[in-house]
């Protein structure tokens, strides 16, 4: 078997602009703007942002030069990179790999945008750091596979991020081969996430993930001044794989590599909730514009998965139904469903709806269940499938690839209503589409400079004798 850190570390470090084929540069770019979008509405919108800056100006993390998107606030590079990445992963409409089951972007482009910002590279050289950054991250996760790693209680965006963030920090920071593998060593010892935010709706799930934007950042950077990492961080018999999952497969980190693109497998959410929930919602929007479907016409509801859809989203079951917060409404299978059933539709503003009466009634109605035909379509893709009864009788529908996913893609003009639907209301339209042309525009772009100077929202100004 090859020397699995070694051939990725080589790989990263010689992975230049002119080496990528044009489409997987233009789905970087994409997947930058998708995600900057989620950062500038979750920096005025996610509830636990107040004590995420709070924080973070507390040890001391702002002051510096570095940009975080709709923060008029200047961060050093760590402080950005750590709040880029919380506040990217905090409304949980982020990108998402099927297979890896994990979010590459949020790890992986505020490391990249910190460093390039720091370095003064240029939008394509960012690009492909980009595309570095999320072929490590998914990769590693193939290698785990990730639902071993799901089973141990790990979460693998925040484990296997960190070591994204630092390749494409690694990659900014003109780090040879070398100086790779001890970014990925000193990687090894940073990866950390858990499950267990679970429990309780908390807000360690976006935290962890932040961590790894910076925990990458950190790991480039003390490799680049010297600093040794440990040996075969990836494969090795203490390395990441074995320790982080019983039976790892470290050959797939390299399979097909430089041929095959992880970055073009990875799908942009329709919906702010966790993905397995996706083709239900789907599925849910279709059925109650062909039925005419009401709530008070349902008697029941069914939403089958697969076995690691119910893990996050569909047990244990009573807690499930009553979602006390925006986390439980993220991992609730009844909630999402029935505000698909009862509106039509599934976003970030149906969140006010956790309270709502006719909501609550209708997501007690809803169970998940483990269903063979769709658990036979997982790992390929995250499909579901919603039966409903009524009074009348009863309505199913099967979605085997849920919107946004790599052959059910967004089109321009959804991923440009997703963006401005995000950002218009804290920067406003036209500030908006400037920022989106200067995001898409990257491959030609100079700097980053530009870029960032339109992720800072204009300060109301007031006139004298106002």
């Given at each position: 078997?090859?020397?699995?850190?070694?051939t990725l570390?080589?790989?990263?470090?010689?992975t230049?602009?002119?080496?990528?084929?044009?489409?997987?540069?233009?789905?970087?770019?994409?997947?930058?703007l998708?995600?900057?979008?989620?950062?500038?509405?979750?920096?005025?919108d996610?509830?636990?942002?107040?004590?995420?800056?709070?924080?973070?100006?507390?040890?001391?993390?702002?002051?510096?030069?570095?940009?975080?998107?709709?923060?008029a606030?200047r961060?050093?590079?760590a402080?950005?990179?750590?709040?880029?990445?919380?506040?990217?992963?905090s409304?949980?409409?982020?990108?998402?790999?099927?297979?890896?089951?994990?979010?590459?972007?949020?790890?992986?482009?505020?490391?990249a945008?910190?460093?390039?910002?720091?370095?003064?590279?240029?939008?394509?050289?960012?690009?492909?750091?980009?595309?570095?950054?999320y072929e490590?991250?998914?990769?590693?996760a193939?290698?785990?596979?990730?639902?071993?790693?799901?089973?141990r209680?790990f979460h693998p965006?925040?484990?296997?991020?960190?070591?994204?963030a630092a390749?494409?920090?690694?990659?900014?920071l003109?780090?040879d081969?070398?100086?790779i593998?001890?970014?990925?060593?000193?990687?090894?010892?940073?990866?950390?996430?858990?499950?267990?935010?679970?429990?309780?709706g908390?807000?360690t799930?976006?935290?962890?993930?932040?961590?790894?934007?910076?925990?990458?950042?950190?790991?480039?950077?003390?490799a680049?001044?010297?600093?040794?990492?440990?040996?075969e961080a990836?494969?090795?018999?203490?390395?990441?794989?074995?320790a982080?999952?019983?039976?790892?497969?470290?050959?797939?980190?390299l399979?097909r590599?430089?041929?095959?693109?992880?970055?073009?497998?990875?799908?942009?959410?329709p919906?702010?909730?966790c993905?397995?929930?996706?083709?239900a919602?789907d599925a849910?929007?279709?059925?109650?514009a062909?039925?005419?479907l009401t709530p008070?016409t349902?008697e029941a509801?069914?939403?089958?998965?697969?076995?690691k859809?119910?893990?996050?989203?569909?047990?244990?079951h009573?807690?499930?139904?009553e979602?006390?917060?925006?986390?439980?409404?993220?991992?609730?299978?009844?909630?999402?469903?029935?505000?698909?059933?009862?509106t039509?539709q599934m976003?970030w503003?149906s969140?006010?709806?956790?309270d709502?009466?006719?909501?609550?009634?209708?997501?007690?109605k809803v169970?998940?269940?483990?269903?063979?035909e769709?658990e036979?379509?997982?790992?390929a893709?995250?499909?579901?499938?919603?039966?409903?009864?009524?009074?009348?009788?009863?309505?199913?529908?099967k979605?085997?690839v849920?919107k946004g996913e790599?052959?059910?893609?967004l089109?321009?003009?959804?991923?440009?209503?997703?963006f401005?639907g995000?950002?218009?209301?804290?920067?406003?339209?036209?500030?908006?589409?400037a920022?989106?042309a200067?995001?898409?525009?990257?491959?030609?772009a100079?700097?980053?400079?530009?870029?960032?100077?339109l992720?800072?929202?204009v300060?109301?100004?007031?006139?004298?004798?106002?």
């Amino acid at each position: 078997m090859a020397a699995v850190t070694t051939t990725l570390s080589a790989w990263v470090a010689g992975t230049t602009p002119s080496a990528l084929p044009a489409p997987v540069l233009r789905r970087a770019a994409a997947l930058t703007l998708d995600l900057i979008g989620n950062m500038i509405r979750a920096r005025h919108d996610a509830e636990s942002t107040p004590a995420l800056i709070a924080a973070v100006r507390a040890l001391g993390l702002c002051g510096g030069e570095a940009t975080v998107f709709g923060d008029a606030m200047r961060y050093t590079p760590a402080g950005a990179a750590l709040l880029n990445g919380a506040l990217a992963h905090s409304l949980d409409f982020d990108d998402t790999h099927a297979a890896g089951s994990l979010h590459p972007g949020a790890p992986v482009i505020p490391a990249a945008l910190a460093t390039a910002e720091l370095t003064g590279a240029s939008g394509a050289d960012t690009l492909a750091a980009i595309v570095a950054g999320y072929e490590v991250t998914c990769r590693i996760a193939l290698a785990l596979p990730a639902g071993d790693h799901y089973d141990r209680g790990f979460h693998p965006t925040a484990t296997c991020g960190a070591f994204g963030a630092a390749a494409a920090a690694g990659r900014l920071l003109g780090l040879d081969a070398g100086a790779i593998a001890d970014a990925f060593g000193i990687a090894l010892s940073e990866a950390a996430g858990s499950l267990q935010f679970l429990a309780n709706g908390a807000w360690t799930k976006r935290f962890q993930v932040g961590w790894s934007a910076m925990a990458g950042l950190v790991a480039a950077m003390l490799a680049r001044e010297g600093f040794r990492g440990a040996a075969e961080a990836i494969e090795g018999r203490h390395g990441f794989l074995r320790a982080y999952a019983p039976s790892p497969a470290p050959a797939r980190v390299l399979d097909r590599l430089g041929e095959v693109f992880e970055t073009m497998n990875t799908a942009v959410k329709p919906y702010p909730s966790c993905r397995y929930g996706h083709a239900a919602i789907d599925a849910a929007i279709a059925l109650r514009a062909e039925h005419g479907l009401t709530p008070g016409t349902i008697e029941a509801v069914t939403v089958g998965l697969p076995a690691k859809g119910i893990l996050l989203i569909g047990a244990p079951h009573e807690q499930k139904v009553e979602p006390k917060n925006v986390v439980d409404g993220q991992f609730s299978g009844p909630f999402v469903v029935a505000v698909a059933l009862a509106t039509g539709q599934m976003g970030w503003d149906s969140y006010r709806l956790l309270d709502d009466p006719a909501v609550r009634a209708l997501a007690r109605k809803v169970r998940c269940v483990q269903d063979p035909e769709i658990e036979a379509e997982f790992p390929a893709n995250m499909s579901g499938k919603v039966t409903v009864r009524t009074r009348a009788g009863e309505v199913a529908r099967k979605v085997v690839v849920p919107k946004g996913e790599p052959d059910n893609f967004l089109t321009d003009q959804e991923l440009a209503a997703k963006f401005h639907g995000l950002v218009d209301r804290v920067m406003g339209a036209e500030r908006a589409a400037a920022l989106a042309a200067a995001v898409l525009g990257l491959a030609s772009a100079p700097d980053i400079a530009g870029l960032m100077r339109l992720a800072v929202p204009v300060p109301a100004m007031r006139l004298a004798g106002e």
